[in-house]
């Protein structure tokens, strides 16, 4: 029934899914590669499988929670047959393409398949901050919802099966970015003993007002154009290069900032030295 879910892989993230499925109802089967992890799952009332093959068999709903995209290859190669006429939810973090080529084998053996994405650390999940993406069969998705509704938010992003995962990443790498941020700035301020607990406040507060630019600067980029007449490619050339300065003269490298600057440097050397800045973006595209 849909009811029955197995759940592939009991790290710290598999193992919240697994607890969360069990506790709002579901009959849980659970298999991890090292067994002893299933015991606890075993004492709350889940079925450990003893191979990938009678974990697949116990349920109609599989979801994959295994390290990278190579182990999830490892075990579910083995088990196609099995899995046909089922569904298998992927949550492994993968690139887009691992995810479309997931997608394609189970497409080739009747498998039912959807990619997920998640947008929260295991503490969060079944909680009302946790966010799940989800790409892939639509038909598969909306079988599984209620399902999948119990881990977090589900948002259903497109057909594609690489979507999932390219907004994950894309999303990470804004984090990624930001909080290289923090680091710059901190380590800027620790040269006068400023402790990292203060810089990282004032961070907080400077980056909240100055957030509502991100959505300014898209609108550039949808427009096209470049010419609005707002923060300009030579303006922002002079203002990175202040910005490199003040903290080698502290002692502290520049690195993290010096793509920054290559973008523009490249983008005035181009001609586009009175554009808005946001052109960097042209500069990112690999041709
Ligand atoms: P862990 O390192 O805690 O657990 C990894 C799991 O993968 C274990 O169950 C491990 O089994 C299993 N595993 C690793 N290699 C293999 C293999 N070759 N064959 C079989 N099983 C294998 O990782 P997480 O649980 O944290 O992460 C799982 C997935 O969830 C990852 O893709 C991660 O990116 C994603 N994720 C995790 C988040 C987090 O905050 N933790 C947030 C968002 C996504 P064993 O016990 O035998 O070693």
Same mark, same amino acid.
Do not use: C
């Given at each position: 029934s849909a009811n029955t879910v197995s759940v592939l892989g009991l790290g710290a993230m598999g193992s919240a899914v697994a607890a969360r499925l069990r506790e709002t109802g579901h009959a849980t089967t659970v298999w991890n590669?090292?067994? &002893?992890?299933s015991e606890p799952h075993v004492q709350a009332g889940a079925q450990a499988a003893a191979t990938v093959a009678e974990a697949v068999r116990a349920s109609d709903t599989v979801i994959v929670v295994l390290l990278d995209h190579a182990s999830v290859r490892e075990h579910l190669d083995q088990v196609a047959a099995d899995l046909k006429g089922r569904t298998v939810v992927n949550l492994v973090t993968t690139t887009p393409n691992q995810a479309r080529e997931t997608a394609a084998w189970a497409a080739e053996h009747g498998i039912a398949y959807v990619d997920g994405a998640i947008?929260?650390?295991?503490?969060?999940?079944?909680?009302? &901050?946790a966010r799940l993406l989800y790409s892939g069969d639509r038909p598969a998705f909306d079988a599984v919802r209620p399902v999948l509704e119990t881990l977090g938010a589900a948002e259903y992003t497109g057909e594609d099966p690489g979507l999932a995962s390219l907004k994950d990443m894309a999303l990470l790498s804004a984090m990624d970015l930001m909080f290289l941020g923090y680091v710059q700035a901190i380590a800027m301020m620790r040269t006068v003993g400023v402790p990292a607990a203060d810089t990282a406040k004032e961070t907080e507060a400077w980056l909240a007002a100055m957030l509502p630019s991100g959505r300014h600067l898209a609108a550039i980029v949808d427009g096209g154009t470049y010419d609005t007449g707002g923060q300009s490619v030579d303006f922002d050339r002079f203002g990175i290069r202040s910005l490199i300065a003040a903290s080698r003269e502290q002692g502290v490298r520049a690195d993290l900032l010096e793509p920054h600057q290559k973008l523009l440097e490249e983008l005035a050397a181009t001609?586009?030295?009175?554009?808005?800045?946001?052109?960097v973006i042209e500069r990112l595209t690999i041709h």
């Amino acid at each position: 029934s849909a009811n029955t879910v197995s759940v592939l892989g009991l790290g710290a993230m598999g193992s919240a899914v697994a607890a969360r499925l069990r506790e709002t109802g579901h009959a849980t089967t659970v298999w991890n590669r090292t067994a &002893a992890k299933s015991e606890p799952h075993v004492q709350a009332g889940a079925q450990a499988a003893a191979t990938v093959a009678e974990a697949v068999r116990a349920s109609d709903t599989v979801i994959v929670v295994l390290l990278d995209h190579a182990s999830v290859r490892e075990h579910l190669d083995q088990v196609a047959a099995d899995l046909k006429g089922r569904t298998v939810v992927n949550l492994v973090t993968t690139t887009p393409n691992q995810a479309r080529e997931t997608a394609a084998w189970a497409a080739e053996h009747g498998i039912a398949y959807v990619d997920g994405a998640i947008m929260a650390v295991p503490a969060m999940i079944g909680g009302p &901050a946790a966010r799940l993406l989800y790409s892939g069969d639509r038909p598969a998705f909306d079988a599984v919802r209620p399902v999948l509704e119990t881990l977090g938010a589900a948002e259903y992003t497109g057909e594609d099966p690489g979507l999932a995962s390219l907004k994950d990443m894309a999303l990470l790498s804004a984090m990624d970015l930001m909080f290289l941020g923090y680091v710059q700035a901190i380590a800027m301020m620790r040269t006068v003993g400023v402790p990292a607990a203060d810089t990282a406040k004032e961070t907080e507060a400077w980056l909240a007002a100055m957030l509502p630019s991100g959505r300014h600067l898209a609108a550039i980029v949808d427009g096209g154009t470049y010419d609005t007449g707002g923060q300009s490619v030579d303006f922002d050339r002079f203002g990175i290069r202040s910005l490199i300065a003040a903290s080698r003269e502290q002692g502290v490298r520049a690195d993290l900032l010096e793509p920054h600057q290559k973008l523009l440097e490249e983008l005035a050397a181009t001609g586009h030295g009175d554009s808005d800045w946001p052109r960097v973006i042209e500069r990112l595209t690999i041709h």
